[in-house]
């Protein structure tokens, strides 16, 4: 069991900047992936950015060159920096960890950016 527990949300005028945690209950080298994963109202839940135990990122096209995933290993934490706030980006936004296959969600955190 993978309990994740995410933090930073907010809210923030367009072109602004928020940083969201997510917080492990155990290592995050034993899982095989984390990430990011947003969802706006009306719509599907989506990926923004991903990183691999190997440390390798991916991001979704509407982000790229403006949000960063990054980890800190000692403290079992993943981060999303989010640079250059649109509108678009409103959503709550998930951190997802996947082992063996299963995939394991946090509760959620809100971003809203205001134009």
């Known amino acids: 069991q993978v309990q994740l527990v995410e933090s930073g949300g907010g809210l923030v005028q367009a072109g602004g900047s928020l940083r969201l945690s997510c917080a492990a209950s155990g290592s995050i080298l034993l899982l095989d992936a984390m990430g990011w994963y947003r969802q706006a109202a009306g719509k599907q839940r989506e990926m923004v950015a991903t990183?691999?135990?190997?440390?390798?990122?991916n991001y979704a096209d509407s982000v790229k060159g403006r949000f960063t995933i990054s980890r800190d290993i000692a403290k079992n934490t993943v981060y999303l920096q989010m640079n250059s706030l649109n509108p678009e980006d409103t959503a709550v936004y998930y951190c997802?960890?996947?082992?063996?296959?299963?995939?394991?969600w946090g509760q959620g955190t809100q971003v809203t950016v205001s134009s």
């Open positions: 997802n960890a996947n082992l063996w296959g299963r995939n394991y």
């Open positions: 990183i691999t135990v190997g440390g390798t990122t």
